[in-house]
């Protein structure tokens, strides 16, 4: 019975541990947000460009510096009306780049997009891009 106490009292001690270091994480900072048609493997873009054919991926690449946790999110737009939303949750020990990316499989129409970068549900930043 007292290995039942003990190991109780073991994950006890983990858990508030776990706990403590959660709250003393970071919160991520915006360094740079990249637009492009392909990524290094870092998840950086490898040529930033702003115009895309219809049938091109379209890729965002978000950069934080430093130690660092929160939700990273996209908001993908054309002409002001949103198109999708995704996010993903980031937890780092130092600068990153994380990416997301965009698709059309039937192609994209001609016209005026941009990505909103949040970060933990607060606008950080836009960029505008085209297709031709």
Same mark, same amino acid.
């Given at each position: 019975?007292?290995? @039942?106490?003990?190991? &109780?009292?073991? /994950?006890?001690?983990?858990?508030?541990?776990?706990?403590?270091? =959660?709250?003393?994480?970071?919160?991520? =900072?915006? =360094?740079? @947000?990249?637009?492009?048609?392909?990524?290094?493997?870092?998840?950086?873009?490898?040529?930033?460009?702003? !115009?895309? *054919?219809?049938?091109? !991926?379209?890729?965002?690449? @978000?950069?934080?510096?430093? /130690? $660092? *946790?929160? !939700?990273?999110?996209? /908001?993908? *737009?054309? /002409? +002001? #009306?949103?198109? +999708?939303?995704?996010? #993903?949750?980031?937890?780092?020990? $130092? =600068? #990153?780049? !994380?990416?997301?990316?965009?698709?059309?499989?039937?192609?994209?129409?001609?016209?005026?997009?941009?990505?909103?970068?949040? @970060? +933990?549900?607060?606008?950080?930043?836009? &960029?505008?891009?085209?297709?031709?």
């Amino acid at each position: 019975m007292p290995t @039942i106490g003990v190991s &109780r009292s073991v /994950r006890a001690i983990a858990f508030v541990f776990a706990l403590l270091a =959660a709250s003393c994480s970071d919160p991520l =900072a915006l =360094a740079n @947000i990249q637009v492009g048609r392909s990524l290094n493997i870092d998840n950086s873009v490898a040529a930033p460009t702003t !115009t895309f *054919k219809p049938g091109e !991926t379209v890729y965002v690449s @978000i950069h934080t510096t430093s /130690r $660092g *946790k929160g !939700t990273i999110g996209v /908001r993908w *737009k054309y /002409r +002001d #009306k949103v198109i +999708d939303e995704p996010t #993903k949750q980031v937890s780092t020990d $130092g =600068a #990153k780049a !994380t990416e997301f990316h965009l698709v059309n499989s039937s192609g994209f129409p001609a016209g005026d997009y941009s990505v909103d970068v949040l @970060i +933990d549900g607060q606008l950080v930043g836009s &960029r505008a891009f085209n297709v031709q």
